[in-house]
């Protein structure tokens, strides 16, 4: 949707890895620079690590398209919990060998007289793993055999190895690994953009599909994209696709800080359990069921300014405070928030109880404080109310783009 309103040709920050949008950060240069490296060599693995989302595929995709495939041919599989075996035949599958009917001698076979047919043609080949932390120990060992063939002195089978960084520390402390850890000829741990990288990057992306400066991006907008996102490359993908989504909505030409609040905001109140929404539902109808009360208790004279008072206008930054502040005390008083609730529902109970009989003073002067703070509870709640109305609104018009929050619809 947001590529139409601003112009663009494309999506320029979809999630899937794509090396045209390729963004050379001062830490993907460093892992290029290992990746070369290794494929200079011909041999041994190579093992980039990083957080999820750092852009380790998007990083070998780009790879890929630098290499000469004349000279090389390249295969890449993403692993899951692979018994060797099954491994094997991935491996095999990928360089398009044919396995079927193949126990795992016939299956090496295979990719053995595949390697060397390669070799001779002057082709080298490369086997990229990705997801390596999910290989287990059996698995790892398959790889390393693979790595020993040759042809005469020449290997056959380079193995760059792509994982999360719990792998680079289980290679590097199994002891059942070390026949492996010492064909490692480099590794590198993709980290982080820097925070001055950040406004590169996003204007790198949007300009590959048209951007020419609409929406603009006000000078605070990153120092709030880098603290939310730390810089990983998916989340900040994820979270200006939200961004620029809400702008288009809102017609705004400027993206800020502020506008960044309002769409983390959204995305609390979306991740809110149901367990949250109850419980927020019941202090805002005890909130109403207090108003009702202290109107019909309450003198004239008081009445009169608290109907005159108007709810405020919420900006979306107070918004997206407000939204903070609620789920900070959802999750750490839940126990409390629910017997004071039952406490008011209560003395709500007997005052509507004293509405229809005569009772004695004693007894109502303390009902009567219990209201002014039901009142002064109620106004915190209306401007809650007001806010969640505020929400719904965004939904709405959302919903209008096709862009309504699964589980969510009314």
């Not at 190579?46 to 000279?71: F, N, P, Y």
């Not at 398009?96 to 090496?108: E, N, P």
Request: proline share 4%; with cysteine; net charge negative.
């Amino acid at each position: 949707m947001f590529e139409t309103h601003y112009g663009l040709t494309g999506r320029p920050f979809q999630l899937t890895p794509d090396p045209r949008f390729y963004f050379e950060s001062a830490t993907h240069r460093k892992a290029m620079s290992y990746l070369g490296y290794g494929l200079a060599q011909g041999e041994g693995f190579i093992i980039i690590t990083g957080e999820i989302g750092a852009g380790k595929s998007t990083l070998v995709a780009h790879l890929m398209q630098t290499v000469d495939k004349a000279r090389l041919t390249a295969a890449q599989i993403v692993t899951t919990q692979l018994k060797g075996d099954d491994l094997l035949h991935m491996v095999a599958s990928s360089f398009g060998i044919a396995t079927a009917g193949l126990d795992k001698t016939g299956t090496l076979a295979a990719i053995e007289h595949f390697l060397h047919t390669e070799a001779r043609a002057g082709r080298r080949c490369l086997l990229v793993v990705d997801e390596s932390q999910n290989l287990p120990m059996p698995a790892l060992e398959e790889l390393r055999m693979l790595s020993n063939f040759q042809l005469g002195s020449h290997p056959l089978l380079q193995i760059f190895l792509l994982g999360q960084p719990e792998f680079r520390a289980m290679v590097h402390g199994a002891p059942g690994l070390e026949q492996l850890r010492q064909r490692i000829i480099a590794t590198h741990h993709l980290g982080a953009m820097d925070a001055h990288e950040l406004q590169p990057y996003v204007e790198h992306r949007m300009k590959l599909v048209g951007w020419t400066g609409r929406p603009a991006f006000a000078d605070d907008a990153w120092a709030r994209l880098f603290t939310e996102t730390g810089g990983i490359p998916r989340k900040v993908n994820m979270l200006i696709n939200r961004v620029l989504l809400m702008a288009a909505v809102d017609n705004r030409e400027t993206i800020d800080a502020a506008l960044i609040d309002a769409v983390l905001a959204d995305l609390a109140m979306d991740s809110m359990s149901e367990e949250d929404w109850q419980n927020e539902a019941m202090l805002a109808s005890a909130a109403r069921h207090a108003e009702h009360v202290a109107s019909v208790t309450a003198a004239p004279e008081q009445v009169a300014p608290a109907a005159a008072a108007a709810i405020p206008e919420v900006s979306r930054a107070d918004f997206n405070h407000f939204v903070r502040e609620v789920r900070d005390f959802a999750a750490e008083q839940q126990d409390a928030r629910t017997l004071l609730v039952q406490e008011l529902q209560a003395a709500l109970d007997r005052v509507e109880a004293l509405e229809t009989r005569p009772a004695p003073t004693a007894d109502v002067e303390p009902l009567l404080r219990r209201i002014d703070a039901l009142e002064r509870l109620q106004a915190e709640q209306q401007q809650s109310l007001h806010r969640v109305l505020a929400l719904l609104v965004g939904w709405v018009e959302d919903d209008s783009a096709g862009m309504w929050p699964k589980g969510r619809a009314a």
